[in-house]
């Protein structure tokens, strides 16, 4: 069985700051992981993803994150916050790169502070 | 591309009717998921599609859903009857193998 769990369901910071959005996973197999953001009203958009090459993944709009098997963690990171950043942020599990079968955490509400 | 294209985007109906939402996948794309998004459960994947052969169905919650797919291009979620508690916005997301999903802009259906 795989999973995610998302520690804070709302972070703020300000604009400028560093963010830091943490994921969890919980797999069985070897896992790929993916982190979606969802604007208002809108549908996910993969930021990026883990498919088992390099641990450290460059995504969109200068997010990052790093896959750490010792810790079972794959926490997001941008280093500097805009305010067109504030949106719902998803982290997802699967066991294949293919992803036909998405596991996805419960968001993390993130909001930017002049 | 177009992208995946859900239609309508705002359903408003009665208790006891009939719903239909519908989605096209991008051309091409193999796969096919039909999520419920609600601020209790978050997004729960209802059901799945390889090659319009429906794969996994565990997350359909009863028996008054269904989810067809006719052809490659388009594929229905039916809710008959229809309650308050299946208010939620519905996504529709497509994938080809290695490409990760693209999600269409979603459903917001309320029962009333």
């Known amino acids: 069985a795989q999973s995610v769990t998302q520690l804070g369901s709302h972070v703020s910071v300000s604009e400028g700051a560093l963010v830091l959005l943490r994921c969890n996973y919980s797999?069985?197999?070897?896992?790929?992981l993916f982190w979606y953001v969802q604007y208002p009203n809108q549908g996910l958009q993969l930021l990026l993803k883990?498919?088992?090459?390099?641990?450290l993944v460059k995504g969109i709009n200068g997010f990052e994150a790093e896959f750490k098997k010792s810790e079972t963690s794959f926490h997001l990171t941008k280093p500097s916050a805009h305010m067109s950043d504030a949106a719902e942020y998803f982290c997802?599990?699967?066991?294949?790169?293919?992803?036909?079968?998405?596991?996805f955490g419960t968001g993390t509400r993130l909001t930017v502070i002049p | 591309d177009a992208g995946v294209i859900q239609s309508p985007r705002h359903e408003v109906t009665e208790m006891g009717q009939e719903v239909t939402l519908r989605c096209k996948p991008i051309?091409?794309?193999?796969?096919l998921f039909w999520y419920r998004q609600t601020m209790m459960r978050g997004l729960e994947l209802l059901i799945y599609?390889?090659?319009?052969?429906?794969?996994?169905d565990s997350g359909m919650p009863e028996d008054r859903f269904s989810a067809k797919m006719p052809n490659a291009s388009f594929s229905t979620l039916k809710i008959q009857p229809s309650e308050p508690r299946d208010s939620a916005v519905y996504f529709c997301?497509?994938?080809?193998?290695?490409?990760?999903?693209?999600f269409g802009s979603g459903t917001r259906l309320t029962v009333v």
């Open positions: 997802a599990v699967s066991d294949r790169a293919g992803a036909n079968n998405l596991f």
């Open positions: 797999s069985s197999v070897p896992p790929y």
């Open positions: 883990y498919t088992s090459a390099a641990t």
């Open positions: 997301a497509s994938s080809l193998m290695g490409a990760g999903y693209t």
């Open positions: 599609f390889n090659n319009n052969v429906p794969i996994d």
């Open positions: 051309s091409g794309h193999d796969y």
